[in-house]
């Protein structure tokens, strides 16, 4: 068993309410540099939607992500043998149009326009080639244009979804959509990483982040091609690849990655995993049907003194260890089974995990009484407004007992929680229920808490980074001394 | 043999590559972050196949042919015996200088052609484009109306690069070469020295070990501690 540690997040999908301070924050702190305009590391997608890039989850076109065939594990359009034909040219890479042109406004002309009849205005310039531009696509673009026929439509994830039901999600008035804001998952299985032809782009050992290393990274663009989330962006003025770096600074300081600290919404949850590397192309071989379970299967107990050994003999810290102990990522993929990954078919294990969210119910109508109750105390997790198998599709490599095991229990609590609070439902129902959706009494208050009343120490479990320690037992602390003032930080320079 | 000659054929070479390896390799440790394919896929897609692959295709033949006459000339001469074999070699070598060029001209046009692609064109890019559109249609125009260049290259060419790796350079190898390829040898020089300073670093960078290593990459930030 080799045992490592990974920084896993946990995103609560009901708690979104789509305010992009996260995109924002980010914004501010990593890609606000020249080539970096139109990137994106963390972003809330409108679901149904296209998403950014464009149609990212539409694999036929993009190619990214691994395929299992006969055994073997391949990446879909990045494999050794493909990156020797596709050296020059990968027929599958984004291009810019599948982002947007980014743009600024030529503020200077309101200050100035001579004097006329006309208001003067400010066109939008290119941040590119610093011409005038027609602005055609932007970040959001489709932000909440749920059920538009020209974005929501085009959704990869409404594959074997009835008429009906895609009619049902874009009915006029009784239109539903949610959101899905999306980082880099710093998989366990990384296409990017596998993909890289420099050996850039890597996984921390000590923490699990993916990172592309700036000087060692060539531009050969496999990565961006690779991941299946389009979560590596091209810097087309630097010429290399950049990506979410989960704030490593700020992690390593014990403080929350930004877009993680600044949402609003409190929908994020950090915290450690252990897991068992030596398993890893096994399980991301396994056969569709069996990937999400497969994939939980590799997360290791970290109460469990065999474990405990085992992560030791491995160099793993016992902070780290005690912080696994604690960490909410556990509770809701392991414990509670109510957070899945995204897209797990792309089979490259990733580590942030969604609780579905609950839609509007299609309440059953009698008259002119709606009645939210019935015999079924289930029956609007079928007949929610966003259809279970659209659901599936996110979150369950198509397969829904995943989707429909977590919205039950979330039901259940909530119902549970309704019976204790307000007093309308019976708490002999709201029992019942807990007890069909599989949760004791014990869990939904530890859910309830979790999710309703978190602190910000609850939500975030960092590990200590034992920099300190390391370094010493690295090297002399002393080494430098009379030696070394300071360094040379030069800036990113452009290549001739 | 004039003080001229002597100059671009005896002393421009050793100058060429002494700027080559220092440049380079002062940029690799001084300047890593620089070393990048500088690739503008990113920005315009379509054309980018027809210049980039037939250039790439094109050039990299049209090199391993030179660098197999200059290792192996006599062999060369030997295969060149028969005319058939002569013209086979002959016309692989001439398509793919077309290839080459028409993928630099492609990759030229694509330049010009946009204003985003315009803005990640250096005046290295410029000079570069220049310098390499010489070079390859010299070489296109020695194929066609010098013929059988490949006996020619291996029986004076060869030996006079062999003369300037053995640091006794003889330049009257070079005696009646027709202009055109004496201007192709300087220009060729002038290629190598201004390497170092052109995005053509990314050939020194190739990531062959690539083929050879496991998927996935770990790097341990703090060393042998956290191995067993």
Redesign the interface.
């Known amino acids: 068993m080799e045992v490592r540690s990974q920084i896993s997040m946990v995103f609560h999908l009901d708690k979104c309410i789509g305010c992009h301070t996260c995109s924002i924050a980010c914004k501010n702190i990593w890609t606000d540099r020249k080539g970096t305009e139109y990137m994106w590391w963390t972003n809330v997608e409108t679901k149904p939607g296209t998403g950014f890039p464009t149609c990212w989850e539409d694999q036929e076109k993009f190619q990214g992500g691994w395929k299992a065939e006969n055994g073997k594990l391949e990446l879909r359009s990045t494999s050794k043998r493909k990156a020797v034909t596709n050296m020059f040219h990968h027929p599958n890479m984004p291009t810019m149009d599948d982002y947007y042109e980014p743009w600024t406004y030529k503020y200077e002309d309101l200050f100035n326009a001579p004097e006329g009849t006309d208001q003067p205005t400010a066109r939008p310039i290119s941040m590119v080639s610093g011409e005038y531009i027609n602005i055609e696509a932007g970040p959001n673009w489709d932000d909440d244009l749920g059920g538009s026929p020209v974005y929501a439509e085009n959704d990869p994830n409404l594959a074997g979804l009835t008429p009906e039901q895609r009619a049902q999600l874009s009915a006029v008035e009784r239109l539903v959509f949610f959101y899905f804001p999306r980082i880099c998952n710093h998989c366990l299985n990384p296409a990017c990483v596998a993909a890289c032809p420099s050996g850039a782009l890597h996984k921390r050992g000590e923490d699990g982040i993916v990172l592309v290393d700036q000087k060692r990274c060539r531009g050969w663009r496999a990565c961006i091609a690779a991941c299946p989330y389009k979560k590596v962006y091209y810097n087309w003025f630097t010429g290399k690849s950049e990506k979410c770096i989960l704030c490593f600074p700020r992690i390593e300081s014990g403080q929350a990655p930004a877009c993680f600290h600044s949402c609003v919404g409190r929908i994020r949850y950090l915290g450690v995993l252990l897991y068992d590397a030596d398993r890893l192309e096994e399980i991301a071989k396994k056969p569709t049907d069996e990937l999400v379970e497969a994939h939980r299967s590799l997360i290791l107990d970290p109460s469990d003194p065999q474990v405990i050994s085992a992560a030791r003999s491995c160099g793993i810290h016992d902070s780290v260890i005690e912080v696994a102990q604690e960490s909410p990522i556990y509770k809701f993929v392991v414990d509670w089974k109510i957070a899945l990954p995204p897209h797990i078919e792309y089979r490259t294990l990733p580590m942030l995990f969604y609780v579905p969210p609950l839609s509007p119910v299609m309440a059953n109508q009698e008259g002119d009484t709606i009645n939210h109750v019935s015999s079924d105390l289930f029956h609007d997790i079928d007949d929610s407004r966003v259809p279970m198998r659209f659901l599936a599709n996110l979150f369950g490599a198509g397969h829904e007992r995943h989707v429909r095991y977590a919205l039950r229990k979330q039901k259940a609590v909530r119902w549970y929680r309704r019976a204790l609070t307000v007093g309308d439902v019976s708490m002999e129902t709201a029992e019942r229920m807990l007890h069909e959706a599989g949760c004791s009494v014990e869990e939904a208050e530890a859910i309830y808490q979790l999710t309703s009343l978190c602190t910000f120490d609850d939500r975030f479990v960092i590990p200590p980074a034992h920099r300190e320690e390391a370094i010493a037992m690295l090297e002399d602390p002393l080494e430098h001394k009379q030696a070394v003032g300071f360094g040379f930080i030069s800036n990113p320079r452009r290549g001739a | 043999m004039t003080y001229l000659d002597m100059l671009l054929f005896a002393v421009l070479p050793y100058a060429a590559f002494l700027v080559f390896f220092v440049m380079t390799i002062h940029r690799y440790r001084a ?15 379509r054309e ?2 027809w210049g ?2 037939p250039l ?2 094109g050039i990299i033949t049209v090199i391993a042919g030179h660098l197999i006459a200059f290792l192996f000339p006599g062999e060369i001469l030997l295969w060149n015996s028969k005319p058939l074999r002569l013209a086979i070699l002959e016309v692989t070598a001439l398509i793919s200088g077309l290839l080459a060029l028409l993928g630099l001209l492609g990759s030229l046009g694509r330049r010009l052609k ?3 692609l ?3 064109t ?1 005046i ?2 410029s000079v570069l484009y220049a310098l390499l559109v010489f070079q390859v249609a010299s070489g296109i125009y020695i194929a066609l109306f010098h013929r059988w260049g490949s006996s020619w290259f291996a029986a004076t060419a060869a030996p006079y690069l062999w003369s300037l790796l053995q640091f006794r350079p003889d330049i009257s190898f070079l005696g009646g070469l027709p202009t055109i390829v004496k201007l192709h040898i300087v220009n060729a020089y002038l290629l190598i020295g201004f390497f170092p ?3 053509l ?2 050939i020194l ?1 190739v ?1 062959n ?3 050879w ?1 496991k ?14």
């Open positions: 300047e890593t972050f620089t070393y990048s394919s500088l690739s503008s896929q990113f920005l315009e897609n980018h196949f980039v692959v790439h295709y946009g204003p985003k315009r803005r990640v250096s290295n890019d300073f052109t995005r670093v990314h960078v990531p070990p690539y083929l290593r998927p996935q990459v770990v790097r341990w930030s703090y060393g042998a501690r956290s191995r067993t």
